[in-house]
């Protein structure tokens, strides 16, 4: 029968967990001052990334303290309802028979935006009334949407562990089921896994079961796992495409989505492409990119973004002809992305200053900004009283002179001609 | 010296005090005294006298409460089809009870109207054209749809003569006792190219400094005043700094809300100046053409535009290269 490794070989008990021993004896810790009473925090918050063994931890402490081990996982508390059924098991420290209870709610990331809301807060509730140990499972305990949450727990971060470490787990199992392993497959598993334990033996028994041997050149060949690449990555595949298939795949491998992705590439296009016939190749390409998705907005066809896609990997990538791979150029974080939301704030000032010169001048506010707020500027800055005297008419606020005048000492002085 | 914006306190009153436009103005007369108005269509650059004509021949129509009578509704601020829908309809149908029977409704910089809100509107000035006659004013009348031009009766308007440019801003410069120098008038007239509005304004901006107004005071006003130095920007790129260039260009549309159709414009127009072989010239005109139009097909502004200085770059980097070779 089949049987996934990831299951067969989970460890039972604390003992066999792979890596973060510190976080394990800090929980474990917690676990045991529950016996002395209830403890300042009645929740404990284990957060990091996927596969490192965070439910395991619990699961198998549990299984060596002989817990009554309650789980939930993200669909199951969906609602504020649904958590506070739990709130009577979690108002009790033993169970029915004796044993002691602690209760798990999983996947804590899987809760989405305002639906979960009252599941959040209802959780809470629950926690400062627990009676018996509370554990909270999260990839990012920093989402702004835990912060009164985390105020209740003790927080927990796993880590990812070493190669050596996950190596180790792997040689085990290859021992376990008989397979005569090579160091450096396994090695070359294990590094590819980056500390995802989960993904390692995934791959080990796609790989090897069934085997008597195991070689690297079995696992060299191993295709990309569609592991959500990290920005960098993504975007040297885009940049360094020597095929589009290559440069195409990568978005799918990128954990932003296609705008964000544009604007990464946007940003770094120029650094990474320094032959002028290869830059203005490459900006082509976005700008046919940016031209699909001006079709997009106007058909609301999402059809078309598959040429989105082509234009701004394949057709960069195939941008490059003279320019040198040579050496190492950082790259940046779109600057537009910063730059926009301080832009938001400026443009709405802009225009409310250009309202009210409109209502004083007959002209369009978008236009007044553009065409008058200019002069004003000049005039805020070299003849205060003339400046007074416009701010006055055109009843301008103390902020709006701030800004027009661009310096606190004069619009000081201005405002202070205003009275 | 007054500190009100001048370009308010010397904008005519009534269409006698209108001294451009004289055959415009003798037509609006007509209509005051036959207390009728038709629908109309002012076209012509900015700053020639279309808003100022609109009111005045509206305060000339129905005396000093004018205001009562008429609704000025901007086209760049409210150009969707719901304002039509809503404003424009609400204000059309409601009958005056004046002297004149009907109300008058400005719709300005109407060529910034989409064409849905453009279809709409059509219909509302069929259907209460007893009620309300609509002025439309627009840079470019060819932007306002067939059937709505078929309804209005259309005038031109055209930039200030250079006399009567000269006269408006001495009055105005004499009357603020300001010291403006010829040779300052001339540089107005030069930067300001007959918009009278701007070239008022920079008159005010130059007579904040409280010096005489010579045509280096002026330059000055209108460089910082004009923070699209497109010039700047391409040659930045023609020298090859492609990711200054770009820089320059964020800060344009970023900081200074500059549109990228002006920006296309200006540069098309430096392209004529710029100190190159002149058959790069046209090469460079239809690349610029190309992203014109790709401007108005795409999305962002600042990704077409970006495009564009890279093609500057490519293109100063062949002409540096051909130079070599000869």
């Known amino acids: ?419 | 010296m007054s500190f009100e914006m001048w370009a308010e306190k010397y904008r005519p009153k009534t269409l006698d005090e209108m001294v451009n436009q004289k055959e415009i103005v003798e037509r609006l007369k007509s209509f005051v005294k036959a207390k009728n108005v038709p629908h109309c269509i002012f076209a012509g650059p900015p700053g020639t006298g279309k808003t100022t004509a609109a009111l005045c021949l509206a305060r000339d129509l129905y005396g000093e409460n004018y205001r009562e009578y008429i609704m000025e509704l901007n086209a760049s601020d409210e150009r969707g089809i719901d304002v039509v829908r809503e404003t424009v309809k609400t204000f059309a149908r409601v009958r005056s009870i004046g002297e004149v029977p009907f109300k008058i409704m400005i719709l300005d910089e109407a060529d910034n109207m989409t064409a849905d809100a453009q279809q709409a509107l059509r219909r509302t000035m069929e259907r209460y054209t007893e009620t309300c006659r609509f002025i439309l004013c627009a840079n470019y009348s060819g932007k306002i749809i067939e059937p709505i031009q078929s309804r209005c009766a259309p005038f031109r308007f055209t930039y200030l003569p250079r006399e009567e440019h000269d006269k408006y801003l001495r009055y105005i410069a004499e009357n603020e006792g300001v010291s403006l120098l010829d040779e300052g008038l001339d540089a107005i007239y030069e930067v300001c190219g007959g918009d009278l509005r701007r070239a008022i304004n920079t008159l005010q901006a130059a007579a904040s400094l409280s010096k005489p107004i010579d045509a280096k005071v002026v330059y000055s006003i209108a460089g910082r005043a004009n923070p699209a130095d497109v010039r700047k920007m391409i040659d930045v790129a023609m020298k090859g700094n492609f990711i200054e260039a770009r820089k320059q260009l964020r800060e344009m549309i970023q900081k200074y809300g500059v549109a990228g159709s002006d920006i296309i414009r200006q540069i098309h127009t430096e392209i004529f100046k710029l100190d190159i072989p002149e058959p790069w010239k046209i090469k460079l005109a239809d690349i610029v053409g190309e992203i014109d139009y790709r401007l108005v097909e795409g999305a962002d502004e600042e990704v077409q535009l970006s495009a564009l200085l890279a093609k500057l770059v490519e293109a100063a980097y062949e002409m540096r290269g051909s130079t070599k070779k000869v």
């Open chain 1, 1 to 419: 029968m089949y049987q996934p490794w990831t299951v067969k070989y989970k460890p039972k008990s604390l003992k066999e967990v792979v890596g973060n021993k510190e976080a394990i004896q800090k929980f474990v810790d917690w676990v045991k001052s529950w016996n002395e009473g209830i403890p300042e925090k009645r929740a404990a918050f284990i957060y990091g990334p996927p596969g490192v063994g965070k439910t395991v931890t619990v699961e198998a402490l549990a299984n060596d303290f002989k817990m009554e081990l309650v789980e939930k996982n993200a669909s199951d508390y969906r609602t504020e309802e649904a958590v506070k059924r739990f709130a009577g098991l979690a108002s009790q420290y033993g169970s029915l028979f004796g044993t002691r209870r602690i209760i798990l709610f999983d996947e804590l990331d899987g809760l989405t935006g305002t639906a979960d809301k009252g599941g959040v807060k209802a959780m809470v509730d629950v926690i400062k009334t627990a009676q018996c140990p509370i554990v909270l499972i999260a990839n990012n305990a920093f989402d702004p949407r835990f912060a009164v949450l985390r105020s209740y727990c003790l927080l927990i971060e796993f880590k990812k562990p070493s190669v050596t470490e996950v190596l180790k787990h792997l040689k085990a199992i290859c021992l376990k089921e008989g397979i005569d392993a090579e160091e450096n497959a396994l090695k070359f598993i294990a590094q590819r896994s980056e500390g995802d334990i989960r993904s390692a033996v995934t791959d080990l028994q796609a790989l090897a079961q069934g085997k008597k041997r195991l070689t690297y050149d079995d696992v060299s060949w191993l295709g990309f796992r569609d592991r959500q690449e990290n920005i960098f990555t993504v975007l040297r595949m885009i940049l360094y495409g020597k095929t589009c298939d290559g440069a195409k795949r990568a978005v799918n491998m990128a954990d932003v989505d296609v705008d964000m992705l544009f604007e990464w590439i946007y940003e770094n296009v120029p650094n990474h492409f320094t032959d002028p016939h290869d830059l203005a190749r490459a900006m082509d390409a976005l700008s046919m990119a940016d031209v699909y998705r001006g079709r997009i907005k106007r058909t609301q066809d999402w059809g078309f973004i598959r040429y989105v896609i082509d234009y701004m990997t394949a057709g960069v990538a195939m941008a490059r002809v003279n320019t040198k791979t040579s050496g190492w150029t950082p790259f940046h974080f779109p600057e537009r992305i910063q730059a926009l939301s301080k832009s938001k704030e400026e443009r709405s000032i802009q225009l409310e200053i250009g309202k009210k010169i409109k209502r004083k001048c007959h002209i369009s506010a978008t236009r007044a900004s553009k065409e008058i707020l200019p002069y004003l500027r000049i005039i805020f800055k070299n003849n205060v009283e003339m400046a007074a005297g416009i701010a006055k008419w055109l009843d301008l606020t103390p902020e709006m002179v701030e800004y027009v005048a661009e310096s606190k000492e004069k619009a000081a002085a201005i405002n202070k001609l205003l009275g």
